[in-house]
Structure formats: C-alpha cells, structure tokens
C-alpha cells in the first residue's frame, strides 16, 4: 500500500471520502508517524522481519571501522541501520556455505571489555567480540589479517513523502514490506485522528488493538509480552 492509498482508507474510517475538515496533509503527517510506530512495534515483535545482512572486510590491526564508509561485496550500504542483530566472520568473502561456514562473534556488554587484560578463551584463543558506538563498529582481538564480516542489522524505515512511496519500506519508498500489516498502519493514523476530535475513537482503537492482536500471535508468539500494549494516541 503506498501513501496515497494509505490517505483513502484512513478517509473510508473518516468517513470523509473528499477533504473537509481533514486536509491531505493532515492525513500524511499522521500515516507517516503511524508508519514509523508499526515498523518499530513490529520490530520489537521479531527483531528478524526487515533484517538485512551485508558482507564486508574488517582490515588487519584496525580498531574500528565507520559502517556507512565500508562498501559491502554484495552491494548497498550499510549507511544507516537501527540496530546490529548479529555478527559474524566467513572464511572467504562469499556467501555462507558447507565450505564458508559462519562463526558467531559475541557482543560485547561494554567497549572497554573489548580492550580488557582478561578476555574470554576459546581453546587457546581470544574469543572475537564486537561493539557498536554510533557508525562505528569495533571488534577484537586485532588481527594480521583482513577479516570478512557477515553482519545482520535492522534497517531505518523509510518516511513517506510522495503519493507513490509504499509502506514499511526500507529502500526509499520503491517498494513497501509486508502488506498484511499495513492496514494497522491505516487504523493507528484513523483512531489518533478520531482521538483529536473525540469522535468514535474507540470503534476504530479496538479495531487497531484487535488486529495487532492477531499478529502478535502470528508473528512471533514467544515475544508478544515485550511489545507495548498500546501506543500514544
């Protein structure tokens, strides 16, 4: 669904088919915030639903490297992200195989553990570790050689601004993800616009909680207690 569809459903809950006293972009700031509260509500559901991974080489004896600066082998960028999910290091700068199996890197609770006179071992080797401050992106211990780094991130959700950008989209609007949940999308940015004149809000509130119901259940049940019961309306 792109934002232009998006504005005639909440219009259809408005029952307000031509603008009155709702104009379009009154519309458009409340699916664009109603857009980047679904994305994170579903992301705390299952942090995996938009993950995107990307491959790059960590260099030999580096403290650290800027994420938005590394060029992936695979492609794109890793130029903005909200979380790292996972880290890993390949043999070969290819895709993960029989042949290039992944080994994990554990996350480092503190940046300074990484630096700490007592490391964890595996075997007789330092356990790899990592960290994220900001862009930056650290792991250890050093090495002599160049690293490759298969990583895991939750990509920033797009903000709609044209009629064609699609929902839940993390490619600058081209194209949306998930469309079975856009519609929450839909009755979050109805039920605040209701809420602002105390007209019917609860109808289209209930719709919103009963269908968020339904795909905690779906989506990711062992998780379902972490997301908030409700959003600010």
């Known amino acids: 669904m792109d934002l232009s569809s998006a504005r005639t459903r909440v219009r259809d809950y408005l029952n307000e088919q031509e603008a009155a006293e709702w104009s379009d972009a009154q519309i458009d700031r409340l699916v664009v915030q109603s857009n980047f509260d679904v994305y994170h509500i579903l992301?705390?559901?299952?942090?995996?639903?938009?993950?995107?991974?990307?491959?790059?080489?960590?260099?030999?004896?580096?403290?650290?490297?800027?994420?938005g600066s590394v060029t992936p082998s695979g492609g794109g960028s890793i130029d903005s992200f909200e979380d790292v999910l996972s880290v890993f290091t390949l043999t070969s700068?290819?895709?993960?195989?029989?042949?290039?199996?992944?080994?994990?890197?554990?996350?480092?609770?503190?940046l300074a553990d990484l630096y700490q006179a007592r490391q964890d071992r595996v075997g007789t080797r330092r356990a790899l570790k990592w960290f994220v401050v900001e862009d930056d992106f650290y792991m250890t211990p050093f090495s002599t050689d160049a690293r490759t780094v298969w990583i895991w991130?939750?990509?920033?959700?797009?903000?709609?601004?044209a009629d064609a950008h699609d929902l839940l989209s993390t490619d600058g609007g081209s194209s949306?993800?998930?469309?079975?949940?856009?519609?929450?999308?839909?009755?979050?940015?109805?039920?605040?616009?209701?809420?602002?004149?105390?007209?019917?809000?609860?109808?289209?509130?209930?719709?919103?909680?009963?269908?968020?119901?339904?795909?905690?259940?779906?989506?990711?049940?062992?998780?379902?207690?972490?997301?908030?019961s409700k959003v600010r309306v």
Request: with cysteine; net charge positive; charged share 15%.
């Open 153 to 161: 991130i939750t990509p920033v959700v797009f903000s709609p601004s």
């Open 176 to 228: 949306g993800n998930y469309d079975q949940f856009h519609e929450l999308i839909v009755l979050l940015s109805a039920a605040r616009a209701k809420a602002c004149v105390d007209d019917q809000m609860s109808l289209v509130w209930g719709l919103y909680q009963h269908k968020l119901s339904i795909v905690k259940s779906k989506t990711n049940p062992t998780r379902s207690r972490m997301v908030p």
């Open 93 to 110: 700068d290819a895709s993960p195989s029989s042949s290039n199996h992944p080994s994990r890197v554990v996350q480092s609770d503190h």
């Open 43 to 67: 992301c705390d559901i299952n942090p995996w639903l938009f993950a995107k991974n990307y491959r790059f080489s960590y260099p030999s004896d580096s403290l650290s490297v800027s994420l």
